[in-house]
C-alpha cells in the first residue's frame, strides 16, 4: 500500500482495500475489453476484400458471447457490492464507543474545532475551542458532532479517509481512531463560496504524554471565534 497516501485512522486500510478490489475487477475488465476489441481490428483490418454480414445477434452460437460475459460482470457487481455495504456499515453505521466526543462546525471559510478538557468531558467549562486547529490522542476513539453555521461544507482528512458534508441546521455524528502520530491536513471538500480555496486546517494527533501537555498549556482557554473575526 505504499503508493497510496498515509493511513492514520483504524478503518483507512478498510478502505484503500476496497478502492484496490474495485479498480482490480473494473481494470480486468476494461483490459479484457480492450485487447478484444484491438485484435479483431488488426485480425480484419488486412483483410481489405471482407464482406461484411448482419447478424441479429439471436442465434445460439453467438448469444453465448454476450450471455456469459454479462454473468461474469454480475459476479464482480456482487462482490464489489458484498465489500463495499461492509465497509460502509462498519464506518458509518456500527459506531463504536466513544473515548471521547468533539464537536466540529464549519463556516466561510474555517473550521472550528471544540475539544473536552481535563474532564475528557464536552459542554463543560474547561472546554477548548480552537480555530482551524484539531488535536486528538492517538489510539483514542473519538465520535465527532457536525455542523455547518452557513453554507454546506464537507469534513476531509484525507489521511484518515474521512469525508462527511456539513449540512446547515443538521448535526451529523461519526467517528474515529487515529493510529499513528503526526501533523496532517484537514480539507473542505465541497465548493463553498469564494474563500473554498483557503478553508484548510491542521490535525495533530499526539501522543498521551504530549496531548494531555497541551490541554494544560492552553489551560481550558483556547482560540475562540471571536477573537480572529
Not at 101 to 113: A, H, N, P
Request: glycine fraction near 6%; charge should be negative.
Amino acid at each position: 500500500m505504499n503508493f497510496l497516501i498515509e493511513q492514520a485512522s483504524s478503518f483507512a486500510a478498510d478502505i484503500d482495500g476496497l478502492i484496490i478490489i474495485i479498480a482490480v475487477l473494473a481494470g480486468f475488465w476494461f483490459f479484457v475489453a480492450e485487447f478484444v476489441l484491438f485484435y479483431f481490428i488488426f485480425k480484419y483490418s488486412r483483410k481489405n476484400q471482407a464482406q461484411s454480414e448482419y447478424i441479429t445477434g439471436e442465434e445460439p452460437e453467438l448469444v453465448k458471447w454476450v450471455h456469459w460475459p454479462h454473468i461474469a460482470v454480475l459476479v464482480c457487481d456482487i462482490v464489489i457490492i458484498f465489500f463495499a455495504v461492509k465497509v460502509w456499515y462498519n464506518v458509518k453505521q456500527d459506531f463504536p464507543q466513544p473515548d471521547e466526543t468533539i464537536r466540529v462546525v464549519g463556516y466561510q471559510w474555517s473550521w472550528k474545532f471544540v475539544h473536552p478538557g481535563a474532564d475528557k468531558q464536552l459542554g463543560t467549562e474547561d472546554d477548548i475551542e480552537m480555530i482551524d486547529e484539531l488535536h486528538l490522542k492517538v489510539n483514542t476513539t473519538y465520535h465527532f458532532k457536525l455542523e455547518s453555521e452557513d453554507v454546506m461544507h464537507s469534513f476531509s482528512i484525507p489521511v484518515f479517509r474521512l469525508k462527511q458534508d456539513a449540512v446547515p441546521g443538521r448535526v451529523i455524528t461519526g467517528w474515529f481512531k487515529p493510529i499513528k502520530t503526526g501533523q496532517y491536513d484537514i480539507q473542505c471538500a465541497e465548493m463553498c463560496g469564494i474563500g473554498h480555496g483557503i478553508m484548510g486546517s491542521q490535525l495533530y494527533v499526539e501522543s498521551e504524554e504530549d496531548h494531555n501537555k497541551w490541554i494544560q498549556s492552553v489551560n481550558g482557554q483556547g482560540e475562540t471565534l471571536s477573537q480572529v473575526q
